[in-house]
């Protein structure tokens, strides 16, 4: 069985104090609703053989956030592989973005497990800017070192 493989967009944004925020979003559905601390990804997805990550790291942004990706200049933060085995593939792109506007997109899967009914959930419940010591616990685990390397990348610059 071929390795599953993920990519996605961190969205980053300067701060008043020189510092910076990403857009990050709590994962939606019965699973997550009650989850806080690693709960939250960086808005991302599936993609196979017929589709270039970069391609799937936009796409994917607008299924689960319901809004264009930004334009903008990509900084490729890399490949990481999760606690399950997938492989995941992160840009980030400097760009602000207005959390009220977001329209997830939805999955549709059998709730409660066993009774028959298949009920939709958002993609993602809610989304949030987050200086990355506030986003890195909110962070499911293998994600965390998207922050890290943004940040490096951040420094190398001169800041944000």
């Known amino acids: 069985m071929p390795d599953k493989r993920s990519a996605g967009l961190l969205l980053f944004r300067g701060t008043t104090d020189g510092g910076f925020e990403v857009l990050i979003g709590h994962m939606g559905g019965p699973f997550w609703a009650s989850k806080d601390v690693s709960a939250w990804s960086i808005p991302k997805g599936e993609y196979g ?14 299924e689960e ?13 890399g490949e990481a592989r999760q ?10 792109v400097e760009a602000d973005l207005d959390p009220t506007r977001v329209v997830p997109g939805t999955f549709t899967m059998e709730w409660p497990r066993g009774s028959g009914v ?32 943004l940040s490096e990348w951040l420094d190398g610059r001169g800041g944000a």
């Open 83 to 92: 606690a399950g085995g997938k492989t995941v593939t992160i840009w980030a």
């Open 118 to 149: 298949l009920r939709e959930f958002p993609e993602i419940d809610r989304v949030g800017w987050f200086a990355p010591e506030a986003a890195a616990p909110l962070l499911v685990s293998g994600q965390r070192i998207f922050l890290a390397r």
């Open 65 to 77: 956030l319901g809004l264009p990706a930004p334009d903008g200049e990509r900084i490729a933060l």
């Open 49 to 62: 053989p017929e589709e270039t990550p970069e391609a799937a790291a936009r796409r994917e942004f607008e």
